[in-house]
């Protein structure tokens, strides 16, 4: 913890050293934020339906190869896909002359979207982004240069990532975590949360001696300026 003195331009802080997270916040309820992302969403996520889950997964990856590996883009895709469905039933309704039973569908599947969902979807996404915004806001206008000095940091690593993958593969790879990560966290759950809260304990302990470095140079630095006063 560090104390920052109004009445007078030195500095303190005290040598106590952060309590590290017990188990249950080291976890931070991994599960919640799947859990919490929709109810639509959130059962093929967490596997609630296996088949639907894998069919999601396994499409994903087929489009990712596709269009990683065999240099696709999504006009010739589409195509290729449209051509396939349109020779597929035209086959199967040739078959079905030999065999009523199998006929093909009399119309074809339609994709609806309700005036609801739309509104959710536009208001969340909406509210997601001003969050977003003003986040970035109150630390750019914030005194905490620590905390600044943290969210360029964040912002910087992100951005040098980002020089490696486009945003296919930054898509693809949150949805393999996305469905991937329930499973491996149900199965490894108490490693994980020893390794989780272990992580924090010198998370914490590396940043107090950061900001402890941070604030005597700021000190000093004043302090120095006084003196030439």
């Known amino acids: 913890a560090f104390l920052v003195s109004k009445a007078s331009p030195t500095l303190s802080f005290s040598t106590t050293t952060p309590h590290a997270p017990t188990l249950p916040q080291a976890a931070l309820s991994t599960m919640s934020i799947f859990e919490n992302i929709g109810p639509e969403v959130s059962k093929y996520v967490l596997w609630h339906e296996p088949v639907w889950s894998g069919a999601i997964l396994g499409g994903a990856t ?15 895709m589409s195509a290729n896909v449209a051509f396939i469905s349109v020779l597929v039933l035209a086959l199967w ?19 609806q979207l309700t005036e609801a969902q739309i509104r959710g979807f536009a208001e969340k996404t909406t509210a997601n982004s001003n969050a977003l915004l003003e986040a970035l806001f109150s630390v750019g206008v914030s005194k905490d240069k620590a905390l600044i000095m943290k969210v360029l940091a964040c912002l910087y690593i992100t951005a040098q990532i980002g020089t490696y993958f486009h945003v296919l593969t930054c898509a693809y790879i949150a ?40 604030l005597a140079k700021m000190g000093k630095g004043s302090g120095a300026g006084t003196k030439e006063e």
């Open 93 to 111: 309704s040739q078959v079905a002359v030999f065999l009523p039973n199998r006929a093909p569908p009399t119309a074809a599947p339609k994709l």
């Open 62 to 76: 087929f489009v990712y190869v596709a269009v990683e590996g065999f240099d696709y883009n999504i006009i010739n």
């Open 175 to 214: 949805l393999c975590v996305a469905f991937t990560w329930p499973l491996f966290y149900r199965k490894f759950k108490q490693e994980i949360d020893l390794a989780v809260s272990e992580g924090r304990k010198q998370f914490h302990i590396h940043s107090s001696k950061i900001k402890q470095q941070l």
